[in-house]
């Protein structure tokens, strides 16, 4: 079997991949067993010095990945040239991690006690179309770091950038098969993963739906897994803020990639004061959006990834959308929808509760502080948010009480790779990135020597 491939941003076939079958991806596991056992013996700095060089040989085809993504995922070129840069610094930083992987001495009576990080074995790597080099990398270069191999399934309609990647990563002399990527369905490669004994941990990132699938399955064998899901994040706005930093900012916040992300702030709620004025500041900068080819280096917004997520993100606005205003998008052919403002009737409306996942944002105005908390923390999602006042007092407060976890005060933050990411609630399990993640795919093992 195959998957045919489509530029988003004009409707051409790329061209097809071949797609694993349950018996190839058994094959190729057991592969990555043998692989990770050589890997694992490696001294702790030969594992960070193929790391290094797995990032130099990514640095060196920065543009290439960049191109890759343009034309597989219609990101724009310069969002796509970050991205292939965020996977090389991704690889740098975890290339310290196998020297920093430290065990602990514990007083004991008797004798001595230590314990060691033991890699798990071979861990399976799930990712979702919306980034698919950057969360890619959240997942294999920790897990190689603490001493596994690394089976990944990128999603069907992006495979390229992953596929290259493995490529990049033999060529600079990666063990072969240690880090492998088998394209093909969710429900063939994606679920033999989860049952597979010999895959030991599952990072998987995608919808909450499959999250809890993929959840289920893990339990049967007590499989760790980290689950990195859906979002529904809020912008939070103040009248005490600097309201033109708010609605300058709050566009980038929720359309970059289209509105694809995860952590797309795209409820924006308004104290009830400044709502007006906030939606007066708010209009130019909408409109002000660059919406245009993927290729173009003036692009801010490019496509959406295909014509069945376009056609999932129109039903939204098919249904209730109470549309204030939009930008601009090209005519086609091509996934195009332009930046969208709603102000919804009710806080329970469907736009206002589930994920939409494309350049649609909601605006609604609350009363006072906790009100506010309130109705950011009415989502069944906590994965990111933003806090704008001027009140550091209220900015500590606010921060702690909702319920997220990756919040920024006065920006929108989201993503550094050396500083923890993932969800509260129904927004994911554990968390990737930051300085403990390589520890993540190790198993502590606590040993007690006997002095007599
Ligand atoms: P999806 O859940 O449909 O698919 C994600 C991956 O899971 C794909 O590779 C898919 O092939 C695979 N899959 C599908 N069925 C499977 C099964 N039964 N068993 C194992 N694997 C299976 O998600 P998507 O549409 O690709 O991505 C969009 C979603 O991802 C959004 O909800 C978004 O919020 C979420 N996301 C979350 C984060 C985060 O870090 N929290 C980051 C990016 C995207």
Redesign the pocket.
Known sequence: MSTTLINPADETVLGTVDAFSVEQADEAIARAAAAQRNWAALAPAERGAALRRFATAVDGAVEELAQLEVRNSGHPIGSARWEAGHVRDVLNYYAAAPERLLGKQIPVAGGIDVTFLEPLGVVGV??????PMT?AS?GFAPALAAGNAVVL????WTPLTAIRLAELGRESGLPEHLFQVLP????V???R??TSELVKKIV????????K??MA?CAAQVKPVT?????KSANLVFADSDLELAAATAPSAVFDNAG????ARSRILVERSVYDRFLELLEPAVKAVRVGQPADEATEMGPLVSRR?FDSVQSFLDEDARIAFQGSAPAGPGFWMPPTVLLPASRSDRVVTE?I?GPVVSVLPFDDEADAIALANSSIYG?SGSIFTRDLGRALRVARAVESGNLSVNSHSSVRYSTP???FKQ??LGR?LGPDASEAFTETKNVFFASS
């Open positions: 799930i990712v979702p179309w919306n980034f969360i959240w399934k990128p999603a069907e093909g369905r969710g429900a490669v994606g679920e993963f989860v998987f990132t995608g919808s909450t739906a499959v999250g699938r993929v399955g689950l990195e899901l859906g979002g694809q992300d995860c952590c997520h994920e996942f994965l990411f993932g969800g927004s994911g990737e």
